[in-house]
């Protein structure tokens, strides 16, 4: 397995998901605000985009007019037939036996350590006389 970097945290808004091709692959990653999560982009039903779905949390009824929310498992519907996807196991809520989307494994990494690397930049000296810029080398 290798990571490849996406973005940075803040270009994918909370609630938004982002569009990516890694390796031959075209992958949606979405931003759930406390966690990001990542799967095909491609709704098997029909062949939506799923990075353009609405993502909202499971909605389960005991009886006619009492539904809850469960929030921990979040759902992406497809933007096209309304086929829902849950970005934690990638089954289908329509058909979770036989329908699903291949998940990945996405995770925050800080700058720094991708940052490192041979790589400086020479640094030189900066000092102002009066009204004149000095340079030292």
């Not at 808004?13 to 966690?35: H, M, W």
């Not at 939506?48 to 469960?70: F, K, Q, S």
């Not at 497809?78 to 699903?100: Q, V």
Request: with cysteine.
């Amino acid at each position: 397995m290798t990571d490849h970097i996406i973005c940075r945290v803040d270009e994918i808004t909370e609630g938004k998901a982002k569009r990516v091709e890694i390796a031959g692959r075209v992958v949606a990653i979405f931003n759930l605000g406390d966690r990001f999560a990542a799967i095909t982009n491609t709704c098997p039903h029909e062949g939506a985009e799923l990075c353009h779905g609405r993502i909202a949390a499971l909605v389960n009824a005991d009886a006619p007019g009492a539904y809850r929310t469960e929030d921990e498992q979040i759902m992406v519907r497809c933007p096209w037939h309304g086929w829902e996807f849950d970005l934690a196991s990638g089954r289908s809520y329509c058909d979770p036996s036989r329908m699903r989307v291949k998940i990945f494994d996405v995770k925050v990494t800080p700058g720094e350590r991708l940052a490192e690397g041979p790589y400086s930049a020479e640094i030189f000296e900066v000092r102002t006389e009066d009204d004149y810029v000095v340079l030292t080398i």
